[in-house]
């Protein structure tokens, strides 16, 4: 995940998306008035934000005892 503000290196990845996504990118992208690239990283940024998000949770969750007294 990228801290801060770290240069942005930009690759062109030629992926082929399924007909329903597209749209769906299209369509935030005329929503948002952004291009498809601005949407698909963005997406991605949240999801891995979300994704750390859920790891730390689990990773300070308190342990539950297995053997109730």
């Given at each position: 995940m990228m801290r801060g503000m770290e240069k942005i290196n930009r690759t062109a990845a030629g992926v082929q998306?399924?007909?329903?996504?597209?749209?769906?990118?299209?369509?935030?992208?005329?929503?948002?008035?952004?291009?498809?690239?601005?949407?698909?990283?963005?997406?991605?940024?949240?999801?891995?934000?979300?994704?750390e998000e859920q790891r730390s949770k689990v990773e300070t969750a308190k342990p539950e005892r297995v053997i109730r007294l």
């Open positions: 998306f399924e007909s329903d996504v597209l749209l769906f990118i299209d369509q935030l992208a005329r929503e948002q008035q952004r291009s498809r690239s601005f949407i698909i990283n963005a997406v991605f940024r949240w999801y891995g934000k979300w994704l």
